[in-house]
C-alpha cells in the first residue's frame, strides 16, 4: 500500500517524515503493526466481505438452451477455483432465467437484494436490454456478457467479445475479397435485436461497396422497424424467424422472394440465430437442395452446431465465426482452460473461462480497497494479456476485437485463415 490510498495532508503540503517514512506510510505501517483492520473494511461493497466477493449471473441452467448457461457456469467455475483476491475467494452466484428476459430481471432483483459486485456472462440480447439499466441503477457493473451486441451502457459496461455484427462484417469482407457480389450475400436471423445485430454487420460490410444504395435501404428499413417481433420478411435480402421457434420455412420464403424479384440468387448466407435454429434453417436449405454458403455466428459455433449439422445431412458448405482461439491451442490460457475442464471444454466454456481469469487479473490488479471505483480504474488503467488473449479497455469499453474463422470439415469446425484455398474456392 502506498500513500495513494491513505492521504492525512492537504494538497500542496509539504509530508512530514520520520525515520525516513512519510506520515501517511508511517500511520499505516502501525495500522499493520497493531493487527489493526483497515478502515475500508467497516464499508465494504455490496457482494465483497472480508472473505468472499460475490459475482452474479443470469443465465439458461434448464431448459432448451441449458448448453449455454451450463457451459458458461463450468468455464467460470473453473477460472474462479483457487483464485484470491486481497485474500478472499471468488464466488459465483447464477441464477436460472431460463432464456427468458423477464426471469433475468427477477434474477437481477434477487442478486442485487442478496449482494453482488458484478453481473458476469449473462446471456442473451433481449435480456440485457432490460437488465442493464436495473445494474446502471444499482451502480453494479456488466461485465463479459455472451451477447450478440456491444453495448456501451446504461452504466457501467465492460464487453469482451465483438458484436455479431463485426462478426459478420468480417466473414463477408473475406467473402467479396475472394470474388463474392455485395448482390450474393442474404441473411437469415433471429426477428430481435440479436438477429438485427447480424443484419447491421451485412449493412456495414455492403455499405462500404459501391452500387449498393439500393440493398442498404432495404436494410435501413428492415433494422428502423419497431416492436416485438415486427414483419420484416419479404423486404430485403433478409429472412427472420421468430424467437424460440423453429419453423424455418418464412424466413426461407422471404430468401426466395428476394432472388425471384431482384434475379440475383443468395450465394452466401449469413446466419445469426441460436444452435437448433441455425441447424433447422441450414438442413432446410440442404434439404431444399439449395447451393447456398452459410455462416454463423459465434454464438452457435463448434462441435454441437457440427453435430446438429451431421444429423441433417450438412457437411460441407459452412463457416463460422469464433472470438476465441482453437480449442486446440497451445497458447497458456487455453492450455490451463483444457486441463481444468476436461471434457466439459467447448467455444463456450473457453469464453467464460478467459472472461472469468479476465475478471481476476483486474481484481488483483486494484490499487487500494475494493470498490467498484477502483475496479473500473483498474480495467482502464493498462491492456491485459490473459495467457496470450488481449483485452484492452483503455480507449473503450470494448476488450477483444478478435474475430476468427473456422470451417466446417470432417464433422468439425477447424480453423481457417482468410487466405485458405478451400474457403476461397467456396466464394469463387
Known sequence: MTSQILRFTKPGRRKTKWLGLSVDNLVFALVLSLGLVPFWSWAEEPGVTDKTIRVGSTMPLEGDYEAYGQSGKQGIAAAFAGQLVQKRTIQFDPFNDFYNPEKAVEGANQLIKKGIFVMMFSLSTAATVKVLPILAEHKVPAFGFFIGTAFTGPGDVLNFRVSNAKE????????????????????????????????????????????????????????????????????????????????????????????????????????????????????????????????????????????????????????????????????????????????????????????????????????????????????????????????DFTTDNQGSDYVGLTLLRAGHFLPVTAEDSELLRLFK
Open 168 to 391: 459478420v462484417e468480417t466473414v463477408i469482407d473475406t467473402g467479396l475479397a475472394a470474388g463474392l457480389k455485395p448482390t450474393d450475400v442474404c441473411a437469415y436471423v433471429q426477428n430481435d435485436g440479436f438477429g438485427m445485430n447480424g443484419v447491421k454487420g451485412l449493412r456495414a460490410a455492403l455499405v462500404k461497396n459501391p452500387n449498393t444504395d439500393t440493398i442498404v435501404a432495404k436494410l435501413d428499413q428492415i433494422l428502423n422497424m419497431s416492436g416485438e417481433s415486427p414483419k420484416r420478411n419479404n423486404i430485403g435480402p433478409v429472412g427472420v424467424y421468430t424467437r424460440d421457434t423453429l419453423n424455418a420455412n418464412e424466413g426461407y420464403q422471404s430468401l426466395k422472394k428476394w432472388e425471384a424479384t431482384t434475379g440475383n440468387p443468395c450465394r452466401l448466407i449469413i446466419v445469426s440465430a441460436l444452435f437448433d435454429q441455425a441447424a433447422n434453417f441450414i438442413g432446410y436449405g440442404h434439404y431444399k437442395q439449395e447451393p447456398w454458403i452459410y455462416s454463423s455466428v459465434s454464438v452457435t459455433a463448434g462441435d454441437r452446431l457440427a453435430m446438429l449439422l451431421k444429423e441433417k445431412g450438412v457437411t460441407e458448405k459452412v463457416i463460422a465465426t469464433q472470438v476465441v482461439p482453437p480449442l486446440d491451442s497451445s497458447l497458456p490460457i487455453v492450455v490451463e482452460a483444457r486441463k481444468a475442464l476436461g471434457n466439459n471444454l467447448n467455444f463456450i466454456s473457453l469464453e467464460a473461462f478467459i472472461v472469468g481469469r479476465l475478471f481476476v487479473t483486474i481484481m488483483q490488479a486494484i490499487e487500494g480497497p475494493i470498490t467498484h471505483e477502483n475496479f473500473l480504474k483498474a480495467a482502464r488503467r493498462q491492456p491485459y494479456d490473459i495467457g496470450g488473449v488481449k483485452a
